[in-house]
């Protein structure tokens, strides 16, 4: 990863009008989301290379000329489009923004789950607390609240956090089946996504979903539906609290992109946790997205990004982390990495860990 360590080669021109892009940047952000919302970008898109005028555009639509021609204008100046000849025609930015999951999937997780809470960014890193979840529910943390969601806010939620974890799913299930887990501790599962996954992978694997009760009545509903109830137990549990119960002795423990809801000094108590509940021949897989191990620039810049939801929204003390920061915890807590794989699915790595030696 080398992104980061020289400095851009702009001329000072465009790195004061990117300076400009970063002032008006919400503006920017809303306006792609109407020109969406409104269908504007999807019928620019249908009229290809022939193009489409102002007075199509409003003969077709439910919002007035002016709305309509605002929009035009800052989409022209965003880059989405281009016109000539009085025709509108998309660009390859709106070409993307509209026909690309992963733009859809951040741009709606950060308009419903984050926009209104993203206000309360100074604050949160002031106080070291989510000062923005309270435009979602009266939480501590986002994650009691989760099943409590708005519909929409729910959903966008859960798309966000499933696009990026079920890309990984093929290509994970060998890798973990490897070792011929017989239980399979999912730590924080959620839905039960992975679960579903696993035991449609091997129909003799067991497994826990150690969750808060919320997410447990959901995943438990979900297996009933996937007909493996018989195969996937909840274990209700708090992970911040040390008196609750952590799974013992199982043959594999799971944590997909759950690590990074939680401060380093929480990591590290999970983690000796579960340790503590490990045979010596158990294993432990950690899988993230690491800021430093993206292979795209891309990669780097929405995972760094998305630290600040933690920050404002989620908890107010979690982030994703730089990969040595992970390792180093997972050292600290009595478990070494026995194997180290980048590139899976969308930017993740993951980390099988063991106990150390005593």
């Given at each position: 990863?080398?992104?980061?360590?020289?400095?851009?080669?702009?001329?000072?021109y465009?790195?004061?009008?990117?300076a400009?892009?970063?002032?008006?940047?919400?503006?920017s952000?809303q306006v792609?989301?109407?020109?969406s919302?409104?269908?504007?970008l999807?019928?620019?898109?249908?009229?290809?290379?022939?193009?489409?005028s102002?007075?199509?555009?409003v003969?077709?639509?439910?919002?007035?000329e002016y709305?309509?021609h605002?929009?035009?204008d800052?989409?022209?100046?965003?880059?989405l489009?281009?016109?000539k000849?009085?025709?509108?025609?998309?660009?390859?930015?709106?070409?993307?923004?509209?026909?690309?999951?992963?733009?859809?999937?951040?741009?709606?997780?950060?308009?419903?789950?984050?926009?209104?809470g993203?206000?309360?960014?100074?604050?949160?890193?002031?106080?070291?607390?989510?000062?923005g979840l309270?435009?979602?529910?009266?939480?501590?943390?986002?994650?009691p609240?989760?099943?409590?969601?708005?519909?929409?806010?729910?959903r966008?939620?859960?798309?966000?956090d499933?696009?990026?974890?079920?890309?990984?799913?093929?290509?994970?299930l060998?890798?973990?089946?490897?070792?011929?887990p017989?239980?399979?501790?999912?730590?924080?599962g959620?839905?039960g996504?992975?679960?579903?996954?696993?035991?449609?992978?091997?129909?003799?694997?067991?497994?826990?979903?150690?969750?808060l009760?919320g997410?447990?009545?959901?995943?438990?509903?979900n297996a009933?539906?996937?007909?493996v109830?018989?195969?996937?137990?909840?274990?209700?549990t708090?992970?911040?609290?040390?008196?609750?119960?952590?799974?013992q002795?199982?043959?594999?423990?799971?944590?997909?992109?759950?690590?990074?809801c939680?401060?380093k000094?929480?990591?590290v108590?999970?983690?000796?946790?579960a340790?503590?509940?490990?045979?010596?021949d158990?294993?432990?897989?950690?899988?993230?997205?690491?800021?430093?191990?993206?292979?795209y620039?891309a990669?780097?810049?929405?995972?760094?990004?998305?630290?600040?939801?933690?920050t404002?929204?989620?908890?107010?003390?979690?982030?994703?982390?730089?990969?040595?920061?992970m390792?180093?915890m997972?050292?600290?807590a009595?478990?070494y990495?026995?194997e180290?794989i980048?590139?899976?699915?969308?930017?993740?790595?993951?980390?099988?860990?063991?106990?150390?030696p005593?």
């Open positions: 990863m080398s992104f980061y360590q020289s400095p851009k080669k702009i001329s000072a465009d790195a004061k009008f990117e400009q892009k970063i002032a008006f940047a919400p503006v952000f792609a989301r109407c020109l919302q409104f269908g504007l999807a019928q620019i898109d249908a009229a290809g290379d022939q193009g489409i102002l007075a199509q555009l003969n077709d639509a439910d919002v007035s709305a309509i605002v929009l035009l800052m989409g022209l100046s965003m880059g489009l281009w016109c000849d009085e025709l509108y025609r998309l660009d390859k930015t709106g070409h993307f923004l509209l026909h690309d999951d992963m733009a859809a999937k951040n741009l709606n997780f950060i308009h419903d789950v984050c926009y209104q993203l206000f309360e960014l100074e604050a949160s890193l002031r106080n070291g607390k989510a000062e309270k435009y979602l529910g009266d939480w501590d943390t986002i994650y609240g989760l099943s409590q969601l708005p519909e929409q806010v729910k966008s939620w859960f798309e966000f499933h696009y990026y974890s079920d890309h990984a799913f093929d290509s994970l060998p890798l973990i089946f490897r070792s011929k017989q239980h399979i501790v999912d730590v924080g959620n839905t996504k992975w679960a579903f996954a696993c035991t449609g992978y091997d129909d003799q694997v067991n497994i826990t979903i150690m969750d009760p997410q447990l009545t959901v995943a438990m509903e009933k539906i996937n007909k109830a018989d195969r996937v137990h909840p274990l209700e708090d992970l911040l609290d040390s008196d609750k119960p952590f799974y002795h199982a043959d594999l423990y799971w944590m997909s992109q759950f690590l990074d939680f401060s000094q929480q990591i108590t999970i983690l000796k946790r340790a503590a509940a490990m045979r010596s158990s294993e432990l897989c950690i899988l993230e997205t690491y800021w430093d191990r993206q292979p620039e990669g780097a810049y929405c995972v760094n990004a998305t630290s600040l939801y933690f404002a929204i989620a908890n107010g003390n979690s982030r994703m982390y730089h990969s040595k920061d390792l180093k997972i050292s600290e009595g478990l990495v026995d180290d980048d590139n899976i699915g969308i930017g993740h790595t993951l980390l099988r860990c063991k106990k150390k005593c």
